[in-house]
């Protein structure tokens, strides 16, 4: 008897935990399978990625899971072991980094876009052809992205040093974590003017803006890299040279991006 008691003891063991494998496996399993690969996106290219990946999972039916934020944020995720597959960074500083420190593949990365600084506001006669509406501080808060975690944020900083204007403005700064909060400060009147990534406004009617001019910053060159976590996800590497051609080329044009050969 005992021994028959203690066999259906382990037995109960065994099923329980078997009950409880197939139960973890589909709730796991489906929260895998809800994207076929991951991708840390800067938030300054939400809009293309988006089409990007649309049309990637229309030629495909492969899903590709977007999150979007600040660069050195992500960085950050990826050095503590973010399950990203796919870096697309709004610097190359840190894509050479994370290859430097073993979290991308060697020789993967690659400029997918540059990108352009623009002031705007929601108020269509605030900001004037040449941005003296700087100089004239006739406004409250002047929103821009945290400069240590966003590219956006560093070129919007050097743009006013360049001008001499940062002291001056620097007790009106509002800033956003990232280019996306960024552009919510403005867009919700919290700030009535900011810097932002033209990508977020060129498809925005009405309002008013100042392409800053390229010598006041910079160049905003945007470097991808496949990460080690997508080394072996054939999605992932599938979405990492799609973004290389001319569909993904032609829709990151489309939003006021250059290519690095300036076409």
Do not use: C
């Amino acid at each position: 008897m005992d021994g028959f008691a203690v066999s259906v003891r382990a037995s109960r063991r065994v099923l329980l935990a078997g009950l409880f494998a197939a139960l973890a496996g589909g709730f796991w399993g489906g929260a895998a399978n809800a994207a076929d690969a991951s991708v840390a996106v800067a938030a300054n290219f939400t809009a293309p990625a988006k089409e990007i990946a649309a049309k990637y999972k229309e030629l495909t039916g492969y899903a590709v899971d977007l999150s979007f934020g600040a660069s050195g944020q992500f960085y950050t995720q990826i050095s503590q072991g973010a399950p990203f597959d796919i870096f697309l960074s709004a610097d190359n500083e840190r894509t050479e980094k994370a290859i430097k420190e073993g979290f991308a593949v060697p020789g993967s990365a690659f400029t997918y876009a540059v990108g352009k600084l623009v002031l705007w506001s929601a108020d269509p006669a605030l900001i004037d052809k040449d941005g003296a509406v700087l100089k004239k501080g006739t406004f409250t808060h002047l929103s821009l992205a945290n400069p240590k975690a966003a590219p956006y944020g560093a070129a919007a900083v050097e743009t006013l040093n360049a001008l001499g204007l940062y002291k001056s403005v620097e007790s009106k700064i509002v800033t956003g974590e990232n280019i996306g909060q960024t552009f919510q400060f403005i867009v919700s009147k919290n700030a009535e003017l900011g810097f932002v990534a033209y990508s977020q406004v060129i498809n925005v009617k009405g309002g008013s803006q100042w392409v800053v001019p390229e010598k006041l910053y910079s160049p905003i060159v945007q470097d991808a890299v496949l990460l080690k976590h997508g080394e072996n996800n054939t999605v992932a590497k599938g979405f990492y040279k799609f973004l290389k051609g001319k569909q993904a080329t032609d829709i990151i044009k489309r939003y006021g991006y250059v290519l690095k050969d300036g076409k």
